[in-house]
């Protein structure tokens, strides 16, 4: 969903077992910046994918340290380390500089973005703690001579990260993106036209930067807006190169050949495109989508030619919200992988089968459900509140739940409102507030018009079976005549063939995006366009 043809849906709440203490054995409590971190939201620059919103986890480390007097100078400098986030592997750089009060620093990730992220970063000559609110991460670890050793958390994971003085195998050798291979469903021609074009979006601020490809000769049987999944992406659908594919490239392709038009665009805020990204819910991309839409209609060469959105995951859920709220704008809706459970089932299941398919203990998967549960409730029960009161009770929320852990877990608690700062930070963005309350069920069942509903059976994220059935549901309610839900064996969440459907196993996969599934949408078009 939004990180997300995209990274996965959020996995709020997903945690290690244990906790790794700090050197002096206590959980810091958070600042007034952190609070304020949570209350405005969390964007996600520094990440692994396929995961876009990320969950706080708040690392704690117990190493032997050596005399500091000897060590302090030898801080300053380049660091290069390599993360390893459940398989995934993420070059990450660190600089740190004198300041007048102590030190400065920022990290870097080549291999995903050129921005570098501050860091607030204190060093007392042994240990250093960095905290990363842009990207809600921490760092904490002990200077041993060359090395920097410690415990990276984001996500809600607690992951191992040494830096070294030197480029360590697989760190790129300049700043900047790695050299990306292509895949084989990349196109390498075009027969087709390809325009570069700019609209206004969904509020007065935003303005969507995108590409329209339409066929050389002849009017396109059909117009198609493609809507992305959760996390910042643009009009590829790309997915950073640890996983190096563009979905959206491909579809987009294929469906032009074809001899459809289609409209990709950047979010907002993302690429070419103005606005705010980290701000927006998705009820504002639900905006911007049939901004899209109506761009389309507007021009005069594309008149009277019919007009729908595909949607990949959140994009699959924000298709029936544009229908929902204009009833004569689409014409059909394609929805990949689209959810159609409440949200907070969904995200529960998701995690429950992402954690399965990557090997986690099932004791590990469901310890934090009751709290979950009763986090996700009370955001559900309580979207009228003010802000400030909406991470009140949050915390009130997942205090009240401290008592459902493991007893062990619980006596390992120093401070029990940090702990629970995991929870309370991701489900305080605006995105995440909204997501949660949301019921694609209140939508779908408002579709009157031509649905085409796929999913693959090895879809983690949204389960293919579970949605699959609940998408013909709600068209029974609706009455809708022209539906048509299709099930594809061995496909994942992004339309690849899958062994287990881990997000962890998208990179290797060379498919970008099935033939078989790429030829099902283009068939049920050419059944009603032609």
Avoid: C
Avoid at 489 to 494: P, R
């Amino acid at each position: 969903m939004r990180n997300s043809l995209s990274s996965p849906i959020l996995l709020p709440g997903q945690s290690q077992e244990g906790i790794v203490r700090r050197p002096n054995g206590t959980l810091p409590t958070p600042s007034a910046g952190d609070r304020e971190a949570a209350r405005d939201g969390i964007s996600s620059l520094l990440t692994f994918r396929p995961t876009s919103k990320l969950v706080i986890a708040l690392g704690l480390l117990f190493f032997l340290l050596s005399p500091a007097r000897t060590l302090q100078a030898q801080v300053e400098g380049n660091w290069y380390g390599i993360l390893d986030a459940m398989g995934t592997k993420i070059p990450t750089g660190l600089e740190i500089t004198k300041a007048k009060d102590g030190y400065a620093a920022v990290m870097t990730s080549p291999s995903q973005t050129k921005t570098k992220i501050p860091a607030d970063i204190t060093f007392d000559g042994q240990k250093i703690s960095l905290k990363v609110a842009m990207v809600g991460a921490t760092y904490d670890g002990v200077l041993n001579g060359k090395e920097l050793s410690g415990i990276f958390s984001q996500a809600n994971q607690d992951f191992k990260l040494t830096f070294y003085r030197h480029r360590p195998e697989g760190y790129p050798i300049e700043e900047g993106p790695l050299t990306i291979t292509a895949r084989p469903q990349d196109p390498k021609d075009f027969p087709y036209e390809r325009l570069s074009v700019s609209y206004p979006g969904g509020e007065a601020d935003v303005v969507l930067a995108g590409e329209l490809t339409v066929p050389s000769s002849g009017q396109p049987k059909a117009l198609l807006v493609l809507v992305s999944g959760s996390g910042p992406q643009d009009r590829n659908a790309y997915l950073g190169s640890q996983i190096n594919h563009s979905p959206f490239l491909v579809l987009s392709d294929h469906l032009t050949r074809q001899g459809y038009g289609v409209l990709r665009y950047d979010d907002r805020g993302v690429g070419e495109s103005t606005g705010e990204f980290r701000t927006a819910t998705s009820h504002d991309f639900a905006k911007d989508a049939a901004a899209g839409v109506r761009y389309l209609k507007s021009r005069p060469e594309l008149a009277g030619i019919p007009v729908g959105i595909a949607g990949h995951s959140e994009g699959g859920m924000i298709a029936p919200m544009v229908a929902a709220a204009d009833s004569t704008l689409l014409d059909f809706v394609v929805l990949l992988a689209g959810p159609a459970v409440p949200i907070d089932s969904l995200m529960l299941d998701q995690r429950r089968q992402v954690g399965r398919s990557m090997g986690q203990p099932e004791f590990l998967i469901k310890r934090d459900e009751p709290a979950l549960r009763a986090g996700y409730a009370f955001i559900k029960e309580n979207q009228h509140l003010s802000q400030e009161d909406y991470v009140d009770g949050l915390y009130e929320v997942f205090a009240a739940q401290l008592k459902n852990l493991p007893e062990a877990l619980q006596k390992s608690i120093v401070d029990p409102r940090a702990f629970n700062a995991q929870y309370v930070r991701p489900l305080s963005s605006p995105w995440m507030r909204a997501f949660i309350a949301i019921n694609p069920q209140d939508y779908l069942q408002q579709l009157t018009i031509p649905v085409l509903a796929i999913n693959g059976l090895k879809d983690t994220q949204v389960d293919g079976v579970m949605n699959l059935n609940a998408m013909s549901q709600a068209m029974a309610i609706s009455g809708n005549k022209d539906v048509t839900v299709t099930p594809f064996l061995g496909l994942n969440h992004l339309f690849q063939p899958a062994d287990t459907g881990a997000p962890s196993e998208y990179g290797t996969i060379t498919t970008t995006f099935a033939p078989e599934a790429l030829a099902a949408i283009s068939k049920w078009l050419d059944e009603r366009f032609r």
